[in-house]
């Protein structure tokens, strides 16, 4: 069935930290300017279009050297130093950060505490989800040295200014959304939204002026299209390629291909406070329903992960889960005890066949596949499932209510701990709530771990939340996806971050034409 659904959809493819050490990297600062070649542009093809720039909403700004944040993940995932050098908390609650010197803004502006202290405000008002995670009471700023306190002992605190939106920008500069200033190794030239971004180097980049004089940084859903533009040489390097080409580009010299496993967790959605997916027997019985050897070897090229939970289970704080049934058979079971009635082989509910509106969106090539795989299992069992592509889709889930199941991929960063996952995904006000989940144990759970500073009972805290997740099955977890990029031969330096949030650096390059 799967395979039949490839060949069909071929044409829709494709630290608790004290005082930090300072950055070595420092003396990068010292690159000739003289040594980069003013010929050198690099075209970037990204899978996801992105309506805005303005940093505190979007991450592309610091995906393609714009900004940068005040510390970052290096690639074992580790906290350290950026545009701070170092800071420190005696108590978890109250911090000092200090704010590298000698660093400016691409308008020219120096970065200082005062400016810091003003983006953050800006991030904090522009984004409640910032808001809510960062928990700052308030801050204070003299020279390079910004003191934060938080609302509450936060040990986790640093590991939360890794995230995107929190990057540095020069309030002061206007049209934000399409013009942001950051810190960054390139600044915005043009921006259209949902097309294109180019940047262009900052001469005065403090960490060493980058080997790129431009880049394009482009959008384009159409993995078919990614794909040809790379080998057009329309693009240099293109996020996702479809995994149909993975095996012709591996057979090519003229391309390299990596494949790295990910921090996102592919995801069923089930919308937990309208219709049949209140009931928690109906989520386990499509939890059951769910084909994820199917989805990862046949739909995504075996270029994943089969996951138990939202966290890959190399995590120390992801509890050992309890194996479950899978098939028709045991979704059937679940859904009896859901009280719906099942008569030869088929699911009803008051003598009437289940219908449902499956949501989901094409950047991720193989959702709608999946999607239609799903709608295929279940009219086995005489449930009708409709599926809509969307535009601007978490918005949708977040503000509809009409749809029952969805798919979803997230960037679960630990930065530390889940802490950050757990506040924004299940609290009922969580930016990233997309289940409405309401559970007052849940929440407890995770209010508790807010306010715990001890390493071992966060990680005791973290396991409950996570075991009461899988008890009430408010997502059915699939796969942890793998971040596939191919680049030509002419594209020295680049590195597929696990993070992906460092995409264009100082040091990415390619050979001049």
């Not at 940093?55 to 592309?60: A, F, I, K, Q, V």
């Not at 991720?364 to 795989?373: G, H, S």
């Amino acid at each position: 069935m799967v395979k039949s659904l490839l060949a069909s959809c071929l044409l829709i493819v494709i630290s608790a930290c004290s005082t930090a050490p300072a950055d070595p990297g420092g003396n990068a600062a010292k690159s000739s300017k003289e040594a980069v070649s003013q010929s050198k542009e690099l075209t970037f093809l990204f899978n996801f279009a992105s309506q805005t720039i303005d940093p505190h909403l979007d991450y592309t700004p610091l995906r393609a050297g714009v900004t940068e944040t005040l510390v970052k993940l290096d690639e074992d995932l580790n906290i350290k130093p950026w545009l701070a050098d170092r800071w420190e908390s005696a108590d978890g609650q109250h911090w000092v950060f200090h704010i590298r010197e000698g660093v400016t803004f691409q308008n020219g502006n120096p970065l200082t505490a005062e400016a810091v202290e003003q983006s953050l405000k800006r991030s904090m008002e522009v984004n409640p989800g910032v808001q809510q995670v960062l928990g700052i009471d308030q801050m204070e700023a003299t020279g390079q040295e910004l003191k934060i306190t938080t609302t509450q002992p936060f040990p986790q605190f640093p590991s939360e200014l890794v995230h995107p939106n929190t990057a540095v920008l020069d309030v002061s500069a206007t049209d934000v959304g399409k013009a942001p200033v950051g810190t960054g190794p390139f600044r915005v030239a043009s921006f259209v939204a949902g097309s294109s971004l180019e940047v262009v180097r900052y001469d005065e980049y403090w960490d060493g002026i980058a080997k790129l004089n431009r880049a394009h940084f482009n959008f384009n859903e159409d993995g078919n299209a990614r794909l040809s533009a790379l080998m057009s040489g329309g693009a240099d390097v293109v996020y996702r390629p479809p995994v149909e080409s993975l095996s012709t580009l591996e057979q090519d010299n003229q391309y390299h291909l990596d494949s790295v496993v990910s921090l996102r967790t592919h995801e069923l959605i089930f919308n937990n406070q309208h219709g049949p997916f209140q009931n928690e027997y109906v989520r386990k019985a499509f939890d059951a329903l769910v084909n994820r050897e199917e989805l990862m070897n046949d739909i995504m090229g075996s270029q994943a992960t089969l996951a138990d939970g939202p966290f890959l289970s190399e995590f120390p704080f992801v509890p050992a889960y309890t194996s479950k049934q899978t098939g028709t058979a045991a979704a059937m079971e679940w859904f009896k005890k859901a009280g719906y009635t099942v008569t030869d082989g088929k699911v009803m509910q008051d003598g009437k066949a289940l219908n449902l509106k499956l949501v989901t969106y094409s950047s991720r090539a193989e959702f709608p596949i999946f999607a239609q795989a799903l709608q295929s299992q279940a009219k086995e069992l005489g449930i009708n499932i409709s599926i809509e592509l969307l535009n601007s889709y978490e918005d949708y889930l977040l503000e509809q209510d009409d749809w029952d199941l969805g798919t979803y991929s997230p960037l679960i960063a630990p930065r530390g701990d889940a802490s950050y996952f757990l506040n924004v995904a299940f609290k009922p006000d969580g930016s990233l709530n997309f289940g409405k989940v309401n559970d007052p144990e849940l929440t407890s759970i995770i209010n508790q771990l807010d306010q715990t500073v001890d390493i071992e009972q966060r990680t005791t805290l973290i396991k409950e939340a996570l075991e009461r997740i899988d008890d009430q099955t408010y997502y059915s977890y699939l796969v942890h996806p793998n971040t596939l990029v191919a680049y030509n031969d002419r594209v020295e330096n680049w590195e597929t971050s696990k993070s992906e949030y460092y995409m264009l650096t100082n040091q990415l390059d390619i050979q001049a034409k």
